[in-house]
């Protein structure tokens, strides 16, 4: 079983719906959840990290988890073209440790 | 406020020879992460680094592959004798606090290593 998983893509979505994202992980001792978001030759920027049960709300993203259900979400609402890359779900396995899932890569239709 | 810097941006070496990555933390950070991305795949951890100190390389191959991060000056990834497998993109992130659960690591843009 991969540590983290993401939902296989890719997700097209027109512009302006919301876009979902999910992603499970397998070790139930982990704290702390982040998404990061990838354009296409380019590196790794954090949009979003969670660290308690819930929402967490940032602009037009935001970011749900379930710690009894090892699962973490992310949404984007109103999607723009701009929003079209790869995200990347990650977890921190211990207190340093990210361990990232494949990601998913979106794609929003003008 | 300059972010996680590494060079070279792009490189390029042939089969046997050596490949130096290098990583200067974004200002404040001690703490140092190696990534690497194979093509279309995740990043996976390689190296945790503090200042002269190696904490963890876990995932790093046990030949070939160093990691350093001296005192003065930036982290270094060395891939001694390169082979067409090692081609991947090699990211460096940095963080302020290290072993905390709130810590956020930031990444430079990466080295893309090309193996020829």
């Known amino acids: 079983q991969k540590e983290v998983e993401q939902n296989s893509g890719p997700l097209s979505v027109p512009e302006g719906a919301i876009a979902s994202l999910n992603c499970t992980y397998s070790?139930?001792?982990?704290?702390?959840f982040f998404w990061y978001r990838q354009y296409s030759g380019k590196s790794p920027e954090l949009i979003m990290s969670i660290y308690s049960n819930g929402d967490k709300e940032d602009g037009r993203f935001t970011a749900q988890l379930n710690k009894a259900s090892q699962y973490v979400s992310l949404l984007i609402r109103d999607s723009q073209p701009s929003d079209s890359a790869t995200y990347l779900c990650a977890v921190r396995l211990n207190d340093y440790k990210l361990s990232f899932g494949a990601g998913t890569t979106v794609t929003v239709r003008a | 406020n300059a972010g996680v810097m590494q060079n070279p941006r792009h490189l390029v070496r042939r089969r046997g020879q050596e490949a130096r990555l290098r990583c200067s933390p974004m200002?404040?950070?001690?703490?140092v992460y190696w990534y690497r991305q194979l093509p279309e795949e995740g990043l996976k951890f390689m190296v945790y680094?503090?200042?002269?100190?190696?904490?963890?390389e876990s995932g790093m191959p046990k030949e070939r592959f160093s990691a350093e991060f001296p005192k003065e000056g930036p982290s270094i990834l060395r891939i001694q004798q390169v082979v067409r497998g090692d081609s991947a993109a090699y990211f460096c992130?940095?963080?302020?606090?290290?072993?905390?659960?709130?810590?956020?690591?930031?990444f430079g843009p990466g080295t893309r290593l090309t193996v020829l």
């Open positions: 070790d139930r001792g982990s704290q702390s």
């Open positions: 992130a940095s963080s302020s606090m290290g072993e905390t659960s709130t810590d956020t690591q930031y």
């Open positions: 200002k404040g950070h001690s703490h």
């Open positions: 680094l503090q200042k002269e100190n190696i904490i963890d």
